[in-house]
Nanobody, 114 residues
Framework: QVQLVESGGGLVQAGGSLRLSCAAS????????MGWFRQAPGKEREFVAA????????YYTDSVKGRFTISRDSAKNTVYLQMNSLKPEDTAVYYC???????WGQGTQVTVSS
């Protein structure tokens, strides 16, 4: 079983930056693609970004392209989401996941004020 724990969320002004971390424990996740998702109040959970197992390929939803960067450190069993130029519409609970295996973290709140 894998446990995923997100951290790094908080309150930031529009235009600011945050770096989310997702630390995995229980077993290595280096062989799995991993992703970040978010859910805003009253909305469905949506895909934000994903990274291949080797870290060579990354994918982003259109609304965050050029602003967010996903990366991973296999030695630390951790995935990151660097978020720059944040907008109020980025406000949500952010989750990391090994979606193919059904592993989800508990989420971290990101609030962007205008």
């Amino acid at each position: 079983q894998v446990q995923l724990v997100e951290s790094g969320g908080g309150l930031v002004q529009a235009g600011g930056s945050l770096r989310l971390s997702c630390a995995a424990s229980g077993r290595t996740v280096s062989t799995y693609p991993m992703g970040w998702f978010r859910q805003a109040p009253g909305k469905e959970r949506e895909f934000v970004a994903a990274i291949s197992s080797g870290g060579d390929n990354t994918y982003y939803t259109d609304s965050v392209k050029g602003r967010f960067t996903i990366s991973r450190d296999s030695a630390k069993n951790t995935v990151y989401l660097q978020m720059n130029s944040l907008k109020p519409e980025d406000t949500a609970v952010y989750y990391c996941a090994v979606q193919s295996r059904g592993y989800w973290g508990q989420g971290t709140q990101v609030t962007v004020s205008s």
